[in-house]
C-alpha cells in the first residue's frame, strides 16, 4: 500500500500537464489578441481611445491568467515530483509558498477586471459594490497569505 501511495503523486502530472497546456494556450491568446490591438492601432475610430485602454486591459488580464496557470503548473511539479531550477522568488517549497504566489496573482486579476468594469462606469452604485467586494476579496487573500502559517 505504501508503494501505491508513493507512486501515486504522479498522477498530479495530470495538472501540471492540463495547466501548461492551458498557459501556453493562453499566452499564444494574448500574443493574437495583442496583435489585433496593434493592427486596430492604424484605423481610427471615435472612442477609440476609451476601447484601446479597455483592449489593453484585457491583454494584461490573458497574461496575468496564462501567469498563474504557469505557476500552478511548477509549483505543483515542485512539490510533488521533483525541484526545478527557477530564480529563487519563483521557488516554491511548501503548499503556503504555492498558495501565497497564486493569491498574489488572483489579485492583480481582480484589480485589472475591476479597471475593466471601471472604464464602462455605468452605474455608480453598481461600480460601488462591485469595487467593495473585490476590496473584502482580496484582504481575505491577504490576511490567509500573512497569517496562514507555513504548511
Not at 492551458?22 to 493574437?32: D, P, R
Not at 462606469?121 to 469595487?131: H, Y
Amino acid at each position: 500500500m505504501e508503494a501505491l501511495l508513493s507512486k501515486s503523486r504522479y498522477l498530479t502530472l495530470i495538472a501540471v500537464y492540463c495547466s501548461l497546456v492551458a498557459a501556453t494556450a493562453a499566452f499564444l491568446f494574448g500574443a493574437y489578441k495583442t496583435f489585433l490591438v496593434l493592427q486596430h492601432l492604424a484605423m481610427p475610430i471615435a472612442g477609440g481611445e476609451i476601447v484601446l485602454g479597455v483592449e489593453l486591459i484585457s491583454i494584461m488580464d490573458i497574461f496575468l491568467i496564462a501567469t498563474a496557470l504557469y505557476l500552478f503548473a511548477v509549483g505543483t511539479y515542485e512539490l510533488f515530483i521533483a525541484d526545478v531550477r527557477l530564480p529563487k522568488w519563483l521557488e516554491i517549497h511548501n503548499l503556503h509558498d504555492l498558495k501565497t504566489k497564486m493569491g498574489g496573482v488572483i489579485i492583480l486579476v481582480m484589480g485589472v477586471t475591476f479597471l475593466e468594469h471601471l472604464v464602462y462606469w455605468e452605474n455608480a452604485a453598481d461600480t460601488l459594490m462591485f469595487g467593495a467586494s473585490i476590496f473584502l476579496v482580496i484582504m481575505a487573500l491577504i490576511a490567509f497569505s500573512h497569517f496562514g502559517g507555513k504548511d
